[in-house]
């Protein structure tokens, strides 16, 4: 990786998403470095702004934001928003000449370009693997994916020619774990031994709703379990259905995010098939300030998610927000669980069946493992995550010009 010098501004950077970043729902990373950073350095943030606006999503008056609207039609919109981002972050590098630019996975170019024209070190923030990610869950969804979301993913496929080229271009890379790091080498033929890997934070005051809960029920009370986060094919909550119908024991299973109409209708389906159709809340996209009184009222929170590429690299920030509510963690037995959980210390692991599934319940419902003794050590576990922490090392990459990468506990392949 090259390194270049500061331009303007050191303590200035400019921060460049594809998404709307004003909401931590959509871009979490960007979003809490935005708001941390600016306490202590003039932050700048371009970002696509879409129709509707997460309530809780305003930025500190400490964060100037630059928000481009390019509508919502597939592909079109986006290739807008690639041409007017482009043009804008030209024109915020020129003028203010940052001490430091910041792109992540779908803004590389753009933050290339902004860094060349104020003469700024140059960041890439990769949170999974520049287009990768989307042919592999693409791969996985087992050809459910319309039409429209496969030329969606075709076009996408089109900027890995400049992302390899770029990638050799940076100052500094950050990659989210070291599963991304050696993938993104893997597949762009780079060199990115000298990369920081900065994990996922969590915001433990806001989910910690009631800092002295603790799960009460008894084997012979319902308990309410959990999920959290996108809803499609990989995410394995069909077996969870049908753990739920396995199940002796007396257990309602909640639902809160959103996916594909027609895979949200089988999913339904699939529960009234099992019999269990009264026993599962569809919550719908519940806003990211409303979760923690979500996780606050459920005594399992469940991460079933399938054992693919995408999910085997990444970092389960999901597990962190279950942790800081305090509520115990049931998880896929893949890699990325394994980051966060200790199994049978601050959560449990199982093996991605409804069968394996039905066990691991069966041990907290029936209490041959201590609900209370798991939600309290993943607190601790949530805790060294925070997100003062986890900033802090991003603004040493950006401002101390060196690459402090932290120790990184071995992962069993």
């Known amino acids: 990786m090259s390194r270049s010098g500061g331009g ?21 990373v960007p979003h809490y470095l935005s708001r941390k ?19 809780d999503g305003e930025f500190p ?5 630059h928000e481009i609207s390019t509508g919502e039609v597939p592909i079109l919109s986006g290739l807008l928003f690639l041409v007017a981002s482009t043009l804008y972050a030209v024109a915020l590098g020129a003028r203010y000449r940052f001490g430091a630019v910041y792109g992540f996975q ?19 923030g990769l949170q999974s693997v520049p287009v990768r990610q989307k042919r592999d869950l693409s791969d996985a969804a087992h050809g459910r994916l319309s039409p429209r979301r496969r030329a969606r993913i075709a076009v996408k496929a089109r900027y890995a020619w400049a992302v390899g080229r770029l990638l050799d271009r940076t100052s500094e890379v950050v990659c989210l774990t070291d599963g991304i790091r050696e993938t993104t080498e893997l597949e762009y033929g780079v060199d990115l031994s000298e990369a920081a890997v900065i ?40 077996h969870v259905l049908d753990a739920v119908a396995a199940t002796d024991r007396d257990v309602e299973f909640r639902v809160a995010g959103g996916g594909g109409d027609d895979y949200m209708a089988s999913l339904r389906e699939r529960a009234r098939d099992l019999g269990i159709g009264d026993r599962v809340t569809w919550l719908g996209i519940v806003p990211h300030e409303a979760v923690p009184e979500v996780l606050a009222d459920s005594d399992i929170a469940v991460s079933p998610l399938a054992d693919v590429e995408s999910y085997r690299i990444s970092f389960p920030a999901k597990l ?3 942790m800081a509510a305090g509520t115990p963690v049931v998880a896929t037995d893949i890699p990325a669980h394994r980051r966060l959980v200790d199994d049978g210390e601050n959560g449990l692991l199982y093996d991605g069946t409804a069968d394996g599934l039905v066990d691991a319940l069966d041990d907290l419902v029936g209490g041959a493992v201590d609900a209370r003794a798991l939600g309290r050590a993943g607190r601790v576990t949530a805790g060294a995550h925070d997100w003062d922490a986890v ?11 060196t690459v402090r990468r932290p120790a990184t506990t071995p992962v069993p392949a």
């Open 199 to 238: 994990g996922m934070g969590v915001d433990t005051d806001r989910f910690a709703v009631d800092s002295t809960r603790e799960p009460a029920r008894g084997p012979d009370d319902t308990w309410v379990i959990t999920y959290v986060g996108s809803i499609g094919p990989p995410r394995g909550l069909e």
């Open 106 to 124: 779908q803004t590389i170019i753009q933050g290339w370009l902004a860094a060349r024209a104020g003469g700024s070190r140059f960041v890439v």
């Open 61 to 65: 008056d400490s964060v100037v934001h």
């Open 8 to 28: 303007g501004d050191r303590d200035s950077v400019l921060l460049v998403h594809h998404r709307e970043i004003s909401s931590p729902y959509s871009a979490t």
């Open 320 to 322: 962190l927000e279950y």
């Open 391 to 401: 900033v802090a090392e991003h603004e040493a990459v950006l401002f101390d010009r």
């Open 37 to 55: 950073l600016s306490a202590d350095h003039t932050v700048h943030v371009l970002s696509r702004r879409f129709s509707d606006r997460d309530e």
